[in-house]
T-cell receptor, first 113, second 111 residues
Framework: GESVGLHLPTLSVQEGDNSIINCAYSNSASDYFIWYKQESGKGPQFIIDIRSNMDKRQGQRVTVLLNKTVKHLSLQIAATQPGDSAVYFCAENIQGGSEKLVFGKGTKLTVNP | DAGVTQSPTHLIKTRGQQVTLRCSPKSGHDTVSWYQQALGQGPQFIFQYYEEEERQRGNFPDRFSGHQFPNYSSELNVNALLLGDSALYLC??????????FGPGTRLTVL
């Protein structure tokens, strides 16, 4: 079946540290993955995506790593700032197949000043 | 460039009533999806519309229905509301093959 889960439900870091948020997925057919950030009372905000033909993709202060062998996804945030405090979701999709995104429960990131 | 917009932002209904939520996609996007997000959970896919037709549906009862208009905007209708329908309803839009972008959501409370 489909499932996307996160190893840690909460993560607390100091401002300026690097953060790593992990995600496991079970559908080996998934070929597209997205990280979203959701602040309280708001909709999910797109952060970065990666397709299964890549192992790593970098954005501004963020890096996503994909390990298809163990079906694991991670989001690295460099120099974490208080504004990064939010719930982070990974989502998976099968391009050209199922149209729906399958989300995990999320990891709550708290950045301490 | 306006992003995805949704209306209303908040809504309170009683059991058995019907509700209509509205979504305008991001400019240039032709596909609209609806998700339900219960408190403390990730969004759950309801259905997706493309070219004014429902293209795929998640595990939701027929009480949930939708529509897409020629200008790509969309409505989500829920009939015979239950207490368990209380949630944040999210609309997401995208271009074919691209990432989905979400609106701010409509918070529905059923009393």
């Amino acid at each position: 079946g489909e499932s996307v889960g996160l190893h840690l439900p909460t993560l607390s870091v100091q401002e300026g540290d690097n953060s790593i948020i992990n995600c496991a997925y079970s559908n080996s057919a998934s070929d597209y993955f997205i990280w979203y950030k959701q602040e309280s009372g708001k909709g999910p905000q797109f952060i970065i995506d990666i397709r299964s033909n890549m192992d790593k993709r970098q954005g501004q202060r963020v890096t996503v790593l994909l390990n298809k062998t163990v079906k694991h996804l991670s989001l690295q945030i460099a120099a974490t700032q208080p504004g990064d405090s939010a719930v982070y979701f990974c989502a998976e999709n099968i391009q050209g197949g199922s149209e729906k995104l399958v989300f995990g429960k999320g990891t709550k990131l708290t950045v301490n000043p | 460039d306006a992003g995805v917009t949704q209306s209303p932002t908040h809504l309170i209904k009683t059991r058995g009533q019907q509700v209509t939520l509205r979504c305008s996609p991001k400019s240039g996007h032709d596909t609209v999806s609806w998700y339900q997000q219960a408190l403390g959970q990730g969004p759950q896919f309801i259905f997706q519309y493309y070219e004014e037709e429902e293209r795929q549906r998640g595990n939701f009862p027929d009480r949930f229905s939708g529509h897409q208009f020629p200008n790509y905007s969309s409505e989500l209708n829920v009939n015979a509301l239950l207490l368990g329908d209380s949630a944040l309803y999210l609309c997401a839009s995208r271009q074919t093959g691209k990432a989905q972008y979400f609106g701010p959501g409509t918070r529905l409370t059923v009393l």
